[in-house]
């Protein structure tokens, strides 16, 4: 991804081709992510009577979510640290980039581990 930002910042010669190549990397890790929670929520609300292999799916599918969204927010203030001076980013730019994408990664992780809690309490009161 980073090898392709700056290949668009030489053919381009701006920044804001940078930040666009950036953004599109963050909301691609993302749009994985939310796939994967969409299929884990799928295969644990499926009406599957006490089959212990589609809830470890659901868990399975839910941590590749996690794994998802944490690489992309990752890769994204990473390449905004970087890159900060050619994307032309100013610091309360960079902040910001910073603090909303950590917002969607605390808010991702935090819904995730109630859905475990609920998995594991589930499997708990069918034993």
């Known amino acids: 991804n980073l090898k392709v930002n700056i290949i668009l910042y030489f053919l381009h010669g701006d920044g804001q081709a940078l930040q666009k190549g950036n953004e599109n990397g963050y909301l691609s890790w993302g749009r994985n992510g939310l796939l994967f929670t969409a299929i884990s929520l799928t295969l644990y609300t499926a009406n599957v009577p006490e089959h212990i292999h589609t809830t470890a799916a659901a868990m399975i599918f839910a941590s590749l979510s996690i794994v998802c969204v944490g690489a992309g927010t990752i890769h994204y203030v990473w390449d905004g640290f970087k890159l900060r001076r050619q994307m ?4 309360g730019r960079l902040i910001w980039m910073i603090s909303h994408s ?26």
């Not at 032309?88 to 610091?91: C, G």
């Not at 991702?108 to 109630?114: K, M, P, T």
């Open 88 to 91: 032309l980013i100013s610091r």
């Open 102 to 127: 950590s917002c969607i990664i605390a808010l991702w992780i935090a819904a995730l581990l109630l859905f475990y809690e609920d998995v594991l309490f589930a499997s708990a009161e069918k034993s």
